[in-house]
């Protein structure tokens, strides 16, 4: 049994027993004790360098958060699937109401232009912007800027 080594995963190969952890504490990455559970290594972290420590790190935080965007995918579809179980949509039931969502508004098409300056418009609709406020100030009619006047018929 000398030749008992870990395999790089960490587990023993068939003929290796495992070997109790005692009381000293692992110094390489590859072990042959499992944990408390039975079935992972541990990993003794004392003796790798800062760059080891580091690529170590970025690993494992990555792995935090793939973990973390799976559950998330998972839990969605899970209240997703129990929300078209009780007829609804997820979004009739995110903004409290039992609605539908709001959808966005379309901008109206403009009403009235600036005599002067075509490229200032406006629907009719919201504030009145300050070249038309201006121009009813000054006695101008609305209808005026209409961009196509009422027929009098």
Avoid at 11 to 25: H, I, S, T, W
Avoid at 55 to 72: G, I
Avoid at 129 to 147: C, Q, R, Y
Wanted: charged fraction near 30%; aromatic fraction near 4%; charge should be negative.
């Amino acid at each position: 049994m000398e030749n008992c080594a870990p395999s790089l995963n960490g587990r023993n190969g068939k003929d290796c027993p495992v070997q109790p952890l005692g009381d000293e504490r692992p110094t390489d990455i590859y072990t042959n004790h499992p944990d408390a559970d039975g079935d992972q290594p541990i990993v003794g972290i004392d003796g790798l360098d800062l760059d080891k420590l580091k690529a170590l790190q970025k690993d494992v935080n990555k792995a935090v958060e793939e973990y973390d965007e799976r559950r998330k995918k998972e839990a969605r579809a899970e209240v997703e699937a129990k929300a078209r179980e009780l007829g609804f949509s997820l979004s009739e039931l995110a903004d409290g109401t039992g609605k539908a969502g709001k959808k966005a508004r379309t901008p109206q098409p403009a009403n009235y232009r600036h005599p002067e300056n075509a490229s200032l418009t406006w629907s009719g609709r919201g504030h009145q912007p300050g070249w038309i406020k201006e121009a009813l100030a000054n006695g101008t009619s609305l209808d005026e800027f209409l961009i196509e006047p009422k027929s009098s018929s």
